[in-house]
């Protein structure tokens, strides 16, 4: 885990460096900074927009803080999960591809901050009735929101509280405001989301070069 972490880090400053010059005015850290102030990922988010940050992961997350939010959320964080919260407690995204990995004090139920989104995609698929729909969405608030606020439109990393993997795995959601991929872990999730970045960093150099 700890060089998969490594990997994301230099991928996603990478990434933040090649942005248009237009993405850097706030790096899309302003509804995080705004919603979550004095938490210490912010402090981060406050060092990224004032200067250049090299280190945008955070400190081990404790044992105690790890029971603490399986007690308040009532359910058992599935072990890759836990493997990156020993390594970090959150990591920041400066720019609007990926929303920022919140730290484990800060993770809730989706529907604490998105009762309106969960409740137009129960409303959609009622009227719908469609078996074709992601399971996920017809319960979305109960899903646990281990990122955000996003950046930039509607982009979640969520937490299946109710489907498992082998290996006591819950599945992972990535969630656009009409598109979801599917992760059969979290850290499959970090797989697919370091690949996305390497992919569309090479992508914005190949632009700047032309």
Excluded at 6 to 24: F, G, K, V
Excluded at 51 to 71: C, F, H, N, T
Excluded at 113 to 122: G, H, K, Q, Y
Aim: charged share 20%; with cysteine.
């Amino acid at each position: 885990m700890d060089e998969l972490m490594q990997a994301m880090n230099t991928a996603a400053i990478a990434h933040w460096r090649a942005s248009p010059a237009e993405a850097h005015v706030d790096l899309g850290l302003s509804p995080f900074l705004a919603t979550h102030p004095d938490s210490a990922l912010a402090d981060l988010a406050r060092r990224c927009l004032s200067g250049d940050v090299v280190w945008l992961r955070m400190p081990p997350a404790s044992k105690a803080s790890i029971l603490a939010a399986e007690a308040r959320l009532g359910i058992s964080l599935p072990p890759s999960y836990k493997q990156f919260l020993s390594v970090s407690n959150g990591f920041l995204m400066p720019g609007n591809y990926i929303s920022t990995l919140l730290p484990v004090e800060l993770i809730q139920p989706f529907g604490n901050e998105n009762a309106t989104i969960a409740s137009d995609w129960r409303s959609m698929l009622e009227e719908e009735a469609s078996e074709d729909e992601p399971w996920l969405m017809a319960r979305l608030g109960d899903a646990i929101q281990l990122s955000g606020p996003p950046g930039k439109g509607e982009d979640f990393v969520l937490l299946d509280p109710t489907f498992m993997h082998p290996g006591e795995e819950n599945e992972i959601v990535t969630y656009w405001t009409q598109l979801q991929e599917h992760h059969s872990s979290f850290v499959a999730y970090l797989e697919s989301a370091l690949a996305g970045l390497l992919n569309l960093t090479a992508f914005l150099q190949k632009g700047t070069d032309r």
